[in-house]
T-cell receptor, first 110, second 119 residues
Framework: GDSVTQMEGPVTLSEEAFLTINCTYTATGYPSLFWYVQYPGEGLQLLLKATKADDKGSNKGFEATYRKETTSFHLEKGSVQVSDSAVYFCASDSSYKLIFGSGTRLLVRP | ETGVTQTPRHLVMGMTNKKSLKCEQHLGHNAMYWYKQSAKKPLELMFVYSLEERVENNSVPSRFSPECPNSSHLFLHLHTLQPEDSALYLC??????????????????FGPGTRLTVT
């Protein structure tokens, strides 16, 4: 069945460091891919998405490129801020539902 | 603000109580979802409603009973819960899938969740 695998956390970075959170997927067909973010005490918010191969999703300085050849959708940001501390979820859509990864906690220290 | 609201935000209940969680979406979507999020566990999809019909029930115990009276509202009725049911319950909505091909996405929009504690 379809699945999403993302790197284990927590990821701890200093402010202004470069961020990469790896995500790979297995799917039949042509899934759309998503990154969601969950801040403490809140629900999940859609951060960015890509609907087909080679698409790049971007939002708030975060980017991810849909790589069909490597079945990956890695999240990157050039310079993280303390306010980016949250849990990040990678997801793919399958049939009528989303398949989520297990989440990666990011902690950014001043 | 995602356009999906949930009430209450926090709920403490005893194992013999009956309570209901409410979700409302203002996005014109016609599919709604209940998820359970427990500490140190992956997000669990509990129920899916598409066009007000239940299309998935992931082996959820009968002490959880969903209701979808219309495309904007979703309820989760709770009774005789166990302490291990304590978790964050998230509601989400999306457009119903109508056979869109490559390049069509059906992102879900989430509410803030109800933090449930069963004592």
């Amino acid at each position: 069945g379809d699945s999403v695998t993302q790197m284990e956390g927590p990821v701890t970075l200093s402010e202004e460091a470069f961020l990469t959170i790896n995500c790979t997927y297995t799917a039949t067909g042509y899934p759309s891919l998503f990154w969601y973010v969950q801040y403490p005490g809140e629900g999940l918010q859609l951060l960015l998405k890509a609907t087909k191969a080679d698409d790049k999703g971007s939002n708030k300085g975060f980017e991810a490129t849909y790589r069909k050849e490597t079945t990956s959708f890695h999240l990157e940001k050039g310079s993280v801020q303390v306010s980016d501390s949250a849990v990040y979820f990678c997801a793919s859509d399958s049939s009528y539902k989303l398949i989520f990864g297990s989440g990666t906690r990011l902690l950014v220290r001043p | 603000e995602t356009g999906v609201t949930q009430t209450p935000r926090h709920l403490v209940m005893g194992m013999t109580n009956k309570k209901s969680l409410k979700c409302e979406q203002h996005l014109g979507h016609n599919a709604m979802y209940w998820y359970k999020q427990s500490a140190k566990k992956p997000l669990e999809l509990m129920f899916v409603y598409s066009l007000e019909e239940r299309v998935e029930n992931n082996s959820v115990p009968s002490r959880f009973s969903p209701e979808c009276p219309n495309s904007s509202h979703l309820f989760l009725h709770l009774h005789t819960l166990q302490p291990e049911d304590s978790a964050l319950y998230l509601c989400a909505s999306s457009q119903e899938r109508g056979g869109g091909g490559e390049g069509t996405s059906y992102e879900q929009y989430f509410g803030p969740g109800t933090r449930l504690t069963v004592t």
